[in-house]
Nanobody, 118 residues
Framework: QVQLVESGGGLVQAGGSLTLSCVAS????????MGWFRQAPGKQRELVASVTSGGIINYADSVQGRFTISRHNGKNTVTLQSDSLKPEDTAVYYC????????????WGQGTQVTVAS
């Protein structure tokens, strides 16, 4: 059974920091991407940051320079260090692992709430 389990969400004041962690288990993860998406109330889910198993990183423009994603392939973990948080960063943050070439897969975590108070 494949599981992605997130941790580290919570309530923080604007300008503060949070570290989100995701641990994936239940299969071998390779040749894929792992990343973080977020969904605010009334808005579509959006990519925050992703990293390939080879270390190629992509950030949304809105978080570039404030968030840092890292991945530990041996432990199947992906971490999002979020600094200089803004109220507009408030959302449910989801971890995802996906592979677009065979064998394809696409797994999501259950989500963790991040609330940034102004």
């Amino acid at each position: 059974q494949v599981q992605l389990v997130e941790s580290g969400g919570g309530l923080v004041q604007a300008g503060g920091s949070l570290t989100l962690s995701c641990v994936a288990s239940g299969r071998t993860f390779s040749g894929d991407k792992m990343g973080w998406f977020r969904q605010a109330p009334g808005k579509q889910r959006e990519l925050v940051a992703s990293v390939t198993s080879g270390g190629i990183i992509n950030y949304a423009d809105s978080v570039q320079g404030r968030f840092t994603i890292s991945r530990h392939n041996g432990k199947n973990t992906v971490t999002l260090q979020s600094d200089s948080l803004k109220p507009e960063d408030t959302a449910v943050y989801y971890c995802r692992a996906w592979r677009v070439i065979a064998p394809r897969y696409d797994y999501w975590g259950q989500g963790t709430q991040v609330t940034v108070a102004s």
